[in-house]
């Protein structure tokens, strides 16, 4: 039986404004076994800086990186930005309410969406604004150029002033049945915010949301609406004008966003973003395979079956290290070169919550318990 990964996604209802919850995940029963782990090589220095704790993380978490900042942001409600040379909070605050989706920052002002359908934003933790939506949020808000740009789950983009709060526009689409309860893509490149709908990435002018481009990196097929679901997921990979990304289940392809064409698409089934630098782009397939893509035409380098079926993260790509969590919490750094372990670190035995990131020269994790950990390299 083919495995399939435990995601959900949600059927739209938009004329009403309501949503309806299903899962699409195999029984405990059918899933094969996690591939069992070699003793660990340590075959490069890393030490845990420091630790620090919020609250349980049940959302799509985007660990939001400005310089030497992680912002981060928990369920119930709390909204913390992190030195992550020293793991101190530069700030922390509860919106009072809990959350759906987040963080987006520029640096300053941060957001997030909550389970009420509203954007709340943050000026070095005190609330500026807070808007309704008309339908759910999944995405982390995108903040540039001062404004805070929302995507929702009815495909709606929405553009905010990040001051006020004011809606400058608002872009709807035709809505799927179903969209994944899942982060999504939205990006600035250049003038142009690069958003994923559906299957497509989409070229918008940030300034009144008119369309400048689509480029398709997947289709639906399938006879029913589950089979049919297609949809980008974060993150992505920029290098310059171009921006790879993953269609869920579907494939893994760059596009160029300065002419809105598709450079290359490939067949992959994974569910997690990519990440990658101009040489090649990673990503973890849904039953725990690592792959690299060259990025010039998209020909697989490699791929990896050590950490099959471990609910791996989407990577990050740290030097010569492809950084991967887990659902027990292990966070894995793989060789760039063949995806031959190098390190193997330890959490809080939670799920790993959102896809490592870097801040400065600090690793920066997350687990579902709320546990946010900074590795540093010896």
Request: include cysteine; charge should be positive; aromatic fraction near 6%.
């Amino acid at each position: 039986m083919r495995f399939v990964p435990d995601v959900r996604v949600t059927r739209t209802l938009a004329a009403i404004g309501m949503i309806a919850i299903l899962a699409a995940c195999s029984s405990g029963a059918d899933k094969p076994k996690p591939a069992e782990l070699a003793p660990n090589a340590a075959l490069i220095g890393v030490r845990l800086s420091w630790s620090a704790k919020i609250g349980e993380v049940a959302f799509p978490l985007d660990i939001h990186v400005n310089g030497s900042t992680a912002t981060v942001a928990s369920a119930d409600g709390t909204v913390a930005a992190i030195d992550a040379r020293t793991g101190r909070d530069l700030w922390r605050t509860s919106i009072g309410t809990p959350i759906a989706a987040g963080v987006g920052s520029d640096g300053r002002l941060a957001a997030v969406v909550t389970r009420a359908n509203e954007v709340v934003v943050l000026d070095a933790g005190r609330e500026l604004w807070r808007q309704k939506l008309a339908a759910q949020a999944y995405t982390a808000p995108f903040v540039a150029g001062g404004r805070v740009f929302v995507l929702a789950a009815d495909r709606s983009v929405s553009a905010f002033d990040g001051q006020s709060g004011r809606r400058l526009w608002t872009q709807r689409r035709p809505s799927e049945p179903l969209v994944l309860r899942q982060a999504g893509v939205m990006l600035a490149v250049g003038d142009t915010l690069v958003v994923g709908l559906s299957g497509r990435l989409v070229g918008m002018n940030p300034l009144n949301g008119s369309v400048r481009w689509e480029a398709p990196l997947a289709s639906p097929r399938g006879t029913n609406d589950v089979e049919r679901l297609v949809d980008m997921v974060g993150r992505v990979s920029r290098v310059g004008d171009v921006v790879c990304a993953r269609a869920f289940q579907a494939s893994v392809g760059c596009v160029d966003a300065a002419r809105g064409s598709v450079l290359w698409s490939k067949p992959a089934s994974g569910s997690e973003g990519i990440h990658g630098d101009e040489r090649q782009v990673f990503g973890t397939e849904a039953d725990g395979k690592v792959v690299a893509w060259r990025r010039a035409d998209g020909e697989r380098v490699w791929s990896s079956e050590r950490l099959q079926y471990r609910g791996l993260t989407a990577p990050l790509l740290v030097g010569r290290s492809v950084v991967v969590g887990d659902n027990t919490g292990l966070v894995h750094l793989l060789s760039r070169e063949d995806g031959s372990p190098l390190n193997r670190l330890t959490t809080d035995g939670s799920a790993i919550a959102a896809a490592p990131a870097l801040a400065g020269d600090t690793l920066v994790v997350a687990t579902r318990n709320g546990g946010i950990y900074g590795f540093q390299p010896e």
